[in-house]
């Protein structure tokens, strides 16, 4: 069976058991677009005590946004007990279905979740926040939209190199990890009077729209390596001595 018609295959298998995931992660991103409201309908208002709300906007954008890959079932809330990824990995690894399915289909299956839920998020908050409207035009905003979509993308990825390719506790950990280090991007730039959003914001409306081109580009790119990424870390792995 060829790599992309074995990978959709798999793709297809986990879409019929993930739509109570698809419907878990919708309401987060609803619940997220409406939690960073008050950011851009008092954009306005920024003093020193609103450095407070810009620096939880930046570390929310940071974190949510690759996670929107990611379904929000009662498996993916079990990588530390129950360790599903590897055993349903090792059971795959017993029919015919190669690494480079199992790398293909988990990047694919990121992909057609990513995407559609990147597109609902970023409408339903240009929709409701009306100082972001205020801020950007429509096309602006779009140039804005597809700038996250490219760090959505590389991030996701690094991800799902993690969570195949190691153990569900070695992922648990790397997880916070990622937290770790989103808090102390957000709170050095709103230590220096930046905020990540605005300054991207603020890009687009100056015309910058390359920007939006190089990272779709980079996102691109990482998914390219993260393929070959992963069915490296495979081909390695031992599903039943965890590391």
């Given amino acids: 069976m060829g790599v992309w018609r074995g990978a959709w295959c798999l793709v297809r298998y986990e879409w019929s058991r993930g739509w109570a ?10 619940y997220m677009v409406f939690t960073t409201l008050p950011l851009f309908n008092y954009a306005g208002e920024l003093d020193q005590g609103y450095r407070v709300v810009i620096w939880a906007g930046d ?4 974190v949510v946004l690759p996670c929107l890959g990611f379904l929000m079932n009662r498996t993916t809330l079990r990588y530390l007990r129950e360790d599903y990824v590897t055993r349903r990995i090792a059971y795959w690894r017993t029919l015919p279905i190669t690494n480079r399915h199992i790398a293909a289909a988990r990047l694919i299956m ?6 559609p839920l ?3 998020f970023f409408t339903l908050e240009y929709i409701v926040a009306k100082g972001l409207r205020s801020m950007l035009t429509v096309p602006e905003f779009t140039g804005y939209a597809l700038f996250w979509l490219g760090y959505a993308v590389i991030v996701s990825v690094t991800y799902a190199y993690w969570e195949v390719g190691y153990s569900g506790r070695t992922f648990f950990i790397i997880c916070f990890v990622y937290v770790g280090l989103f808090v102390a991007v957000s709170c050095i730039v709103a230590m220096n009077g930046g905020s990540i959003i605005f300054a991207a914001a603020g890009q687009f409306r100056s015309g910058h729209w390359w920007l939006a081109g190089l990272s779709l580009a980079a996102g691109a790119a990482a998914l390219a390596l993260g393929s070959g990424m992963i069915r490296r870390r495979l081909e390695t792995r031992s599903l039943t001595n965890e590391r």
Avoid: E, I, K, P
């Fill in 21 to 30: 995931g698809v419907l878990a992660t919708l309401l987060f991103a609803t």
């Fill in 59 to 62: 570390f929310s954008m940071l």
């Fill in 110 to 115: 990121m992909m057609t979740v990513l995407v």
């Fill in 118 to 120: 990147w597109l609902y």
